[in-house]
């Protein structure tokens, strides 16, 4: 019953922040807590109560999927989320402040006249960050799509195809193999566009002695899978085999540094002292990695200024880059699961350098 259980510890942090009820608004946060797959509503957890706000639209998805919650139906999200908390007769609501817009938020404070309503984010941020063996499962099918995708998409990355042509296959191999659909729009760049740490694929040609970047992940039961390879194509010079050392040495690093209990900003701190060692601290301009599950960015971060812990049941990605400027760029990024001792790898493809 992970539904319950979850819902349960919802309810264990009411007393401690002196709320009679917490309401959300983020869907896969509702997802999570309750099993609603739709893309509107909101859900009231209270301490006897669980109720699922949805508009007409979503009434019978909401009965088919949502686990014990009762279902309410509005014609206006505002005026029925301030109906339902009125008639449960609650004086103390925290509400997911990040999910939920100012223009909202006004009116539903001037509804909910005399009531103390408390913005919660911190306290309910990090509620998805472990996951049960049920949701690893999802996990691993998604990983599996996309890397049986990928695996076979590798044959066309060729000198002078496209790279959206790259990207278009791999996304209609991740689906024709069972990706609900995609985890973000996939990244295949190469050459100086590899430079970009989120460029879109456009209509270069691939070139004999690029670096060619491919991020990409399939959804599979809700959850996501990200994961990203450098290839060389055609030929490699010793400059671009000593820079990808340099990122995958940074990568083994970081991820010999997880396990259990370590803080998420000692793992970017091993993966960016290699990069700055080697003198090329300032091309690596992002984090060193982020949860993965029903969101591909989730809780935890692992960045130089993150306050959280790692702990067993976390599926993060380990992911440094170093991208130099009008040259080229390098990613080595993989999905683990945090175990007690250490970690286990989930992506699939290998990261050692391989030249197409
Ligand atoms: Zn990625
Ligand atoms: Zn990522």
């Not at 002196?18 to 959300?24: I, N, R, S, V, Y």
């Not at 191999?173 to 295949?188: H, L, N, P, W, Y």
């Not at 991820?255 to 000692?266: F, H, I, M, T």
């Not at 080595?332 to 007690?340: A, F, G, P, R």
Request: net charge negative; charged share 30%; proline share 3%.
């Amino acid at each position: 019953m992970p539904h319950a259980n979850r819902i349960s510890r919802i309810r264990s942090k009411l007393a401690g922040l002196e709320l009679e009820a917490l309401l959300f608004f983020d869907m896969r946060n509702i997802r999570y807590l309750v099993g609603f797959s739709g893309s509107d509503g909101a859900l009231l957890v209270g301490e006897n109560g669980v109720i699922l706000m949805v508009d007409g639209r979503y009434v019978t998805q909401a009965k088919g999927e949502a686990r014990g919650a009762e279902i309410f139906e509005y014609s206006d999200k505002i005026d029925g989320i301030a109906r339902v908390v009125t008639d449960a007769g609650l004086r103390s609501v925290g509400f997911e402040s990040v999910a939920i817009n100012f223009d909202h938020y006004l009116n539903l404070k001037g509804k909910l006249d005399g009531l103390v309503l408390k913005p919660i984010s911190e306290e309910i941020n990090s509620i998805r960050a472990v996951k049960d063996q049920d949701e690893i499962e999802l996990i691993k099918k998604a990983v599996e799509i996309s890397s049986r995708a990928l695996a076979s998409t590798l044959e066309l990355v060729r000198p002078g195809i496209r790279e959206r042509d790259v990207a278009l296959e791999l996304e209609y191999r991740m689906k024709g193999k069972g990706a609900e659909k995609v985890s973000f729009e996939t990244i295949v760049a190469s050459g100086k566009n590899a430079a970009l740490p989120h460029a879109t694929p456009g209509s270069r040609r691939i070139e004999d002695g690029d670096f060619v970047v491919i991020d990409y992940g399939a959804v599979y039961g809700g959850y996501s899978s990200d994961e990203t390879c450098t290839f060389a194509v055609g030929s490699v010079t010793d400059r671009q085999k000593e820079i990808y050392g340099i990122v995958k040495d940074a990568h083994d690093r970081a991820l010999d540094s997880v396990k259990a209990g370590v803080a998420c900003r000692e793992v970017d701190r091993v993966a960016r002292n290699h990069i700055e060692s080697a003198g090329l601290g300032e091309y690596f301009s992002h984090g060193t990695g982020h949860g993965v599950g029903l969101d591909v960015h989730e809780a935890p971060r692992l960045s130089a200024r993150s306050e959280d812990y790692l702990a067993a049941g976390m599926v993060i990605t380990i992911e440094p880059g170093i991208y130099i400027p009008d040259l080229w760029g390098v990613r080595i990024e993989d999905m683990i699961l945090v175990e007690e001792d250490g970690c286990e790898v989930l992506t699939r493809m290998p990261k050692d350098l391989r030249i197409l």
